[in-house]
């Protein structure tokens, strides 16, 4: 429960990663060659070798505030991201049917499928009698038809 975050604060060491992540990912968006993003990259790793080592937290500080304006400075104009997370080409795009669907297939649909249909109908019976079970069985005067 260590990395659970409370409040959205964030450690000095959580915020150096952060940065250090968003950087690399900012020099992917500008060397599309493999060979020249990894020496861009080691460049960076040592930058942020080099101040691993301060102790006085007001300079980690002062040195966290201004890798973040360099990093807002220089960051790509078209940020590369990844086809299925938020902002990419595919982000959202594949709809997963809710499961009720399949209660609306043609009796014929569902016989080619008949192991798959019987066990549902199990379950939904068990789910059915669970409810019954937890919250009590409908009202009938509460069903508005």
């Avoid at 080691?42 to 966290?64: G, I, W, Y």
């Avoid at 997370?85 to 595919?90: D, L, W, Y």
């Amino acid at each position: 429960m260590a990395n659970v975050p409370v409040l959205g604060l964030k450690t000095h060491v959580q915020k150096v990663c952060s940065l250090y992540k968003r950087t690399l990912r900012n020099l992917e968006a500008y060397y599309d060659r493999r060979n020249v993003y990894r020496y861009q990259a080691v460049l960076a790793r040592q930058r942020f070798e080099d101040m691993l080592n301060e102790k006085d937290l007001r300079k980690a500080t002062k040195l966290l505030k201004a890798g973040e304006e360099e990093l807002f400075l220089t960051q790509h104009p078209i940020p590369r991201k990844f086809a299925l997370s938020p902002g990419g080409v595919a982000y959202e795009r594949v709809v997963t049917p809710p499961d009720w669907v399949l209660d609306y297939w043609h009796p014929l649909e569902k016989a080619q499928y008949p192991e798959y249909f019987k066990i549902r109908e199990q379950r939904k019976k068990e789910f059915m009698a669970m409810w019954e079970k937890e919250y009590g069985k409908p009202d009938p005067k509460d069903t508005h038809h």
